[in-house]
């Protein structure tokens, strides 16, 4: 089974609405990682959240790790065309010194209806 | 959906040489992505292959240390140049999906660590 489940998969939204995905995991997250990608382009780095509770905003773009750090949930407010993207999360699951290998979800594809 | 198999999936190389890293994909894709992911730190994009044509470098990342061939629409290597310790890291391979598919798919990843 996946390690890093995201949701939804895909995601069709009237330009100004909100929206959240999400990217949870059964083991701790020692760092999360969210990315955008367009395509033709490669990830774009979004935000980085290690502590519990962490909240960071970005323009209109807002990612939370929660207090138990497996979950995180990335929210658009008041979405754009420009948001449009695969998103997709990365995740530190390794507690251990010398291992830092990502494991990442499948990604959220966003498109935003003008 | 694609499945990517790169390797070597690590290696220790001694400084001063080279390593060449192979990304294979089952199915033909436009492009492909090369990544670094450093210790503690973000994944960084290197370049960009595309088929029959020269790849794209990301700033701060140059052909001479990075060459990069792209022979065909299901194969790509990154070789590492002349390494120093400051290239050991995790190297990763990414395919483009979209907008056919939803998922991102990379490679296994290259541990790579230069003494």
């Known amino acids: 089974s996946q390690e890093l489940e995201q949701s939804p998969q895909s995601l069709i939204v009237q330009e100004g609405k909100n929206l959240t995905i999400n990217c949870t995991s059964s083991?701790?997250?020692?760092?999360l990682y969210w990315y955008k990608q367009k395509y033709g382009e490669g990830l774009i780095f979004l935000m980085m959240?290690?502590?519990?509770?962490e909240e960071k905003s970005h323009e209109k773009i807002t990612a939370k790790l929660d207090e138990k750090k497996q979950q995180s949930s990335l929210h658009i407010t008041a979405s754009q065309p420009s948001h449009a993207g695969i998103y997709l999360c990365?995740?530190?699951?390794?507690?251990?010194?010398?291992?830092?290998?990502?494991?990442f979800g499948k990604g959220t594809k966003l498109s935003v209806i003008p | 959906s694609a499945v990517i198999s790169q390797k070597p999936s690590r290696d220790i190389c001694q400084r001063g040489t080279s390593l060449t890293i192979q990304c294979q994909v089952d199915?033909?894709?436009?492009?492909m992505f090369w990544y670094r992911q450093q210790p503690g730190q973000s994944l960084t994009l290197i370049a960009t292959?595309?088929?029959?044509?020269?790849?794209?470098?990301e700033s701060g990342f140059v052909i001479d240390k990075f060459p990069i061939s792209r022979p065909n629409l299901t194969f790509s290597t990154l070789t590492v140049s002349n390494m120093s310790p400051e290239d050991s890291s995790i190297y990763l391979c990414?395919?483009?999906?979209?907008?056919?598919?939803?998922?991102?798919?990379f490679g296994q990843g290259t541990r790579l660590t230069v003494v």
């Open positions: 990414s395919v483009d999906s979209w907008p056919e598919n939803t998922e991102a798919f």
């Open positions: 959240l290690q502590k519990g509770g």
């Open positions: 083991k701790t997250l020692y760092g």
């Open positions: 292959a595309n088929q029959g044509s020269e790849a794209t470098y």
């Open positions: 199915s033909q894709v436009t492009m």
């Open positions: 990365g995740a530190d699951m390794n507690s251990g010194a010398g291992s830092y290998q990502l494991t």
